[in-house]
């Protein structure tokens, strides 16, 4: 009988991984999985802390039912602890004991963890937004004392001792977030919906760093208007506290907090592949190629442990996003199963939501960095109506776009702004995938109606500003 199959993770790019196998073919595949919860959706803890989703399984996107259903062996609580590239075969921990499991050819989805740094997050009232129990811990701890409702976490696997635990300690009046990225500043606006006030608290010179500075702009004063303290240029030495968390130094001064955030990070969770040869790529992850195979013989990697090319230089990087994960898994199922699919290049699109702030970004929106991959770049950012100016609703977008002086082409960009901003990058996104020049850009055919877009929409006219200066 030939072996399975095997998939380690059973998130966005292993049970991508899995579904696209089974539909392309009867063989077996059997996906392990350390932890108990699978298939969510990490994006939305924020919004669940938030009170916007009702319930922690609302973003659950498959039950392990629904995966049983599709011809997957899913085995929770099974973690894999070893990869024997010669053997082809991996040692797993169970409940019941450890055992060696062959494969004909294995995914490595494993993810990626979050970092806190030097900070001392055993404290309670230290939390960093990753998983659904931590989501679940960080509810509970916001609840009046032994007030929480557990109708909010729905019927899943939670653990229960930390959400108790959180539950029974006092609410807390203050938090520090450290870290102005993704998480810093859409956890910012969950606590202070949740009737916290927020200091956020960012090392560089501006929050949403890889969004450039012209949507930092519009950023931290939106914020500010919400209530939220920004600190930028602002390190956290330390976090102070006698078994719960009572405040921040910075400076040597000690502001006063129940609760600390920390978006510092996250890194590959490369560990089961320590023992073997696998290459490694930038911050350590599993170096992939164009159809998410390893240096290690019919070993693939794909999601938050793996590298990619970027769209842009061609070179090898490393961009933990939920889409770049799902794609991966999706087209190594579909190689593995017989049909050889590139997993595809990644250009770092993102959105983020600031309160009423949307923000978008793509590809090279730093001019250096620009210039280190080997390009002459040149940058303008405008400002422009988000619909036909007399018409109700129009708010003024930032787009920032950068071309190659040389060739003209589309390097990167970023766009904020309160009216459906987010969503135009998409045009930018797609313009780097297709290799436009600024000046093929400036004859896109995008939509026109006054309710959505003015004559010339933003992207537009930021594509026009940059071919004058070409």
């Not at 129990?133 to 229960?160: E, F, K, T």
């Not at 520090?176 to 927020?198: N, P, Q, S, W």
Request: glycine share 10%.
């Amino acid at each position: 009988m030939a072996h399975p199959f095997v998939v380690v993770g059973g998130d966005a790019a292993g049970l991508s991984a899995a579904s696209k196998f089974r539909r392309e073919t009867d063989r077996d595949v059997v996906v392990f999985e350390r932890g108990q919860w699978v298939s969510y959706a990490h994006c939305g803890l924020p919004y669940f802390v938030e009170g916007s989703v009702d319930r922690l399984t609302d973003l659950l996107s498959l039950s392990p039912s629904d995966i049983a259903d599709r011809g997957i062996d899913l085995r929770r609580g099974h973690e894999v602890v070893a990869v024997d590239p010669r053997s082809r075969t991996v040692t797993v921990d169970a409940a019941d004991g450890r055992f060696e499991q062959p494969y004909s050819e294995l995914l490595v989805a494993t993810g990626a963890s979050a970092t806190t740094g030097d900070f001392d997050a055993t404290l309670d009232g230290v939390f960093t937004i990753h998983g659904l129990d931590s989501a679940a811990a960080l509810d509970a701890y916001l609840a009046p004392p032994d007030a929480y409702d557990p109708a909010r976490l729905g019927d899943g696997p939670v653990d229960d001792d930390a959400v108790a635990n959180n539950a029974a300690l006092d609410s807390p009046d203050r938090a520090a977030i450290v870290g102005g990225g993704y998480v810093g500043v859409e956890m910012a606006e969950a606590l202070t919906a949740r009737g916290v006030d927020v200091h956020l608290f960012q090392r560089s010179g501006h929050v949403l760093q890889p969004f450039g500075p012209a949507v930092a702009d519009r950023v931290e004063p939106h914020l500010a208007e919400r209530g939220v303290t920004v600190h930028t240029d602002t390190a956290v030495d330390r976090l102070a506290g006698d078994g719960r968390v009572e405040g921040v130094v910075v400076d040597g001064d000690r502001i006063p907090v129940e609760l600390a955030v920390l978006g510092v990070g996250v890194r590959p969770n490369t560990a089961i592949l320590d023992d073997t040869d696998a290459a490694r790529g930038p911050n350590g992850a599993i170096r992939t190629d164009a159809y998410g195979r390893t240096s290690l013989p019919a070993v693939y990697a794909a999601g938050d442990v793996a590298t990619a090319r970027h769209a842009v230089t061609g070179r090898e990087t490393w961009i933990p996003l939920g889409l770049t994960a799902n794609r991966a898994g999706r087209a190594v199922g579909a190689t593995v199963a017989g049909t050889p699919t590139p997993v595809g290049d990644v250009a770092g699109t993102a959105v983020v939501k600031a309160f009423d702030m949307e923000c978008g970004r793509v590809g090279l929106v730093d001019e250096a960095a620009a210039t280190d991959a080997g390009f002459d770049p040149v940058s303008e950012t405008i400002t422009a109506g988000s619909r036909s100016g007399y018409y109700p609703g129009n708010e003024e977008t930032t787009v920032t776009l950068v071309a190659d002086r040389t060739t003209g082409r589309v390097l990167g960009g970023a766009i904020a702004g309160r009216d459906r901003a987010a969503i135009r990058i998409d045009t930018l996104a797609t313009a780097i995938e297709a290799d436009l020049t600024v000046a093929e850009l400036t004859r896109l055919d995008l939509a026109y109606a006054p309710p959505f877009s003015p004559v010339w929409d933003p992207v537009l006219v930021a594509a026009k500003v940059v071919a004058g200066n070409l």
